[in-house]
């Protein structure tokens, strides 16, 4: 599941990226092309966007992971003490 949760942010990396370089759509896109246009505010928005999707993502992903895997938390918080 450590895997997973790291992949997740790797891809929405490399997805934005990937748009940002060969792509005509997209939030990748939509950053690049108004930081082109000098949209500062715009690209801002995007950013801040982006930022946004992969706080969700990445808190979904924690949803699933503790409905998942409930027994995990005891295990690790019992050999802390």
Not at 19 to 38: C, V
Not at 52 to 78: D, E, M, Q
Request: proline fraction near 1%; charge should be positive.
């Amino acid at each position: 599941m450590t895997g997973l949760r790291i992949s997740l942010a790797i891809t929405l990396i490399l997805v934005v990226i990937s748009e940002m370089a060969g792509s005509t759509d997209g939030i990748g896109y939509f950053i690049l092309d108004s930081q082109r246009r000098f949209k500062v505010t715009q690209m801002y928005a995007g950013m801040l966007s982006l930022a946004l999707l992969g706080y969700l993502l990445n808190h979904l992903f924690l949803l699933v992971y503790h409905s998942l895997l409930p027994w995990h938390k005891g295990i690790t918080r019992r050999n802390q003490a």
